[in-house]
């Protein structure tokens, strides 16, 4: 289990000493972090990576929560709450040719 972590501002003048006594609370958030990563092995920048909960017991029933996209390291991270069923979806997108703003000729 975490703890949260607890902000005390504290100012001393000269010569002055103060005692303190800091009680955390329990965190009771989670976190998913991941890497989507090629079949060879190279990450996968810029990948979609969408979080759902589970409604129910049916896989095919999910709620769409958030989603980000990979860093330049195929990393993604969400902060999530914790005691609750997840599915994670991935998809990654690379045209096969450039698209171009000119219709009028080819790029």
């Not at 501002?9 to 990563?37: F, M, S, T, W, Y």
């Not at 996968?44 to 769409?64: E, G, Q, R, T, Y």
Request: with cysteine; charged share 30%; net charge neutral.
């Amino acid at each position: 289990m975490g703890w949260k972590l607890k902000r005390v501002e504290v100012k001393l003048e000269h010569n002055e000493e103060q005692d303190l006594c800091l009680v955390l609370a329990p965190e009771k958030r989670a976190a998913i972090h991941g890497v989507v990563k090629f079949p060879d092995g190279t990450p996968a920048k810029n990948a979609v990576v969408k979080l759902f909960k589970k409604k129910c017991s049916d896989a095919c029933d999910l709620i769409p929560v958030t989603f980000t996209f990979t860093d330049e390291c195929g990393q993604f991270l969400f902060g999530v709450d914790s005691c609750v069923d997840y599915v994670i979806k991935v998809f990654f997108y690379k045209p096969e040719k450039k698209v171009c703003d000119n219709v009028d000729h080819d790029c």
